[in-house]
């Protein structure tokens, strides 16, 4: 899927739902930001480190409104900016090597060398968070969150719960066989071909409902690795429509995965989307945004690809 721009709708909500990410990408620069200021006020006066964080924040909220599906380019991003205010002082200090009517063009030129240099290390950053995040051991961490949709128990029910042949969204189910197991394909925005952007990618699991009543619906899922994870949902009927209660047990999840998925509030995310589906409105889930990255754009624009001519249209 190509980049699209944010509607103002889903600029506030990608605002509102990546809170938690913002909040530690915003918090690491400006601690280090502050801590200078205070210990090194000659380096960065106080005035300067306020509109430092305040440059930072928006820099951070920017990055986060136009790429929310990028988290660990994010924190990579924060990273690499507190590096780079860092060494800010040793810059000026390289600078004033130079002699004196060539200091402004040798700090001129160092700032844009260091900027080039921070791309580079965002970019080693997210691998290496990458790998943290994913590797390790699983840990089996219940999964919680709840909503109150603005419809009666069975409408929602009809709409969340994971049910064969049914088709919800992006979400697709074939018919169950003997032991109740069905097919569930679901249509992300990855690029299936890079080449052909509007062919998302499909991926498919197996899952089966393991009980399910008026107000409770229990499904087990089985991941293409084996892992098994189990969804609960509970509808409670509420004076403006219905409360739903999903508690999620990932199979598979690491330390590393469960913390981007409680920054990035996934949970609340996908109960946004089938909320949206519901009422008809437009769609501001974060799971059918793009997934285009900051340095995908950068790449594409530092070395751009000839169109193959075959299918060019």
């Known amino acids: 899927m190509q980049f699209e721009w944010p509607t103002a709708e889903q600029l506030m909500y990608r605002v509102m739902r990546l809170r938690r990410l913002i909040a530690l990408a915003v918090a690491i620069p400006v601690l280090v930001m502050l801590g200078v200021a205070f210990f090194d006020p000659a380096a960065l006066s106080p005035e300067r480190a306020t509109l430092a964080c305040l440059s930072v924040a928006m820099l951070v909220v920017g990055h986060v409104v136009l790429f929310p599906n990028v988290t660990l380019e994010t924190v990579a991003l924060s990273l690499s900016v507190t590096a780079l205010i860092v060494v800010m002082p040793l810059i000026k200090i390289v600078a004033g090597w130079a002699p004196a009517e060539h200091q402004s063009a040798a700090l001129v030129l160092l700032v844009c060398l260091a900027v080039a240099a921070m791309g580079v290390v965002m970019a080693l950053l997210q691998i290496f968070l990458s790998l943290v995040a994913y590797a390790g051991p699983t840990w089996q961490i219940r999964l919680k969150t ?168």
């Open 146 to 313: 709840k909503q109150v949709l603005p419809c009666s128990v069975s409408v929602a029910h009809r709409q969340c719960a994971l049910q064969p042949q049914t088709r919800r969204g992006r979400i697709m189910t074939g018919p169950a066989d003997d032991n109740g197991f069905f097919d569930v394909a679901v249509a992300t925005s990855h690029a299936a071909d890079p080449q052909n952007p509007d062919l998302p990618m499909i991926v498919k699991v197996d899952a089966k409902v393991l009980a399910s009543t008026d107000t409770r619906h229990d499904v087990m899922i089985v991941l293409p690795n084996r892992s098994v994870t189990v969804t609960s949902q509970i509808f409670t009927p509420e004076r403006n429509g219905c409360r739903i209660e999903v508690t999620d047990m990932p199979g598979d999840f690491t330390l590393g995965m469960h913390a981007i998925f409680w920054l990035t509030d996934q949970q609340a995310d996908n109960l946004t989307e089938m909320t949206d589906i519901i009422l008809g409105q437009e769609t501001r889930a974060n799971g059918l945004a793009h997934n285009v990255s900051l340095l995908s754009v950068a790449g594409a624009l530092l070395s751009p690809r000839h169109p193959v001519a075959n299918r060019a249209k």
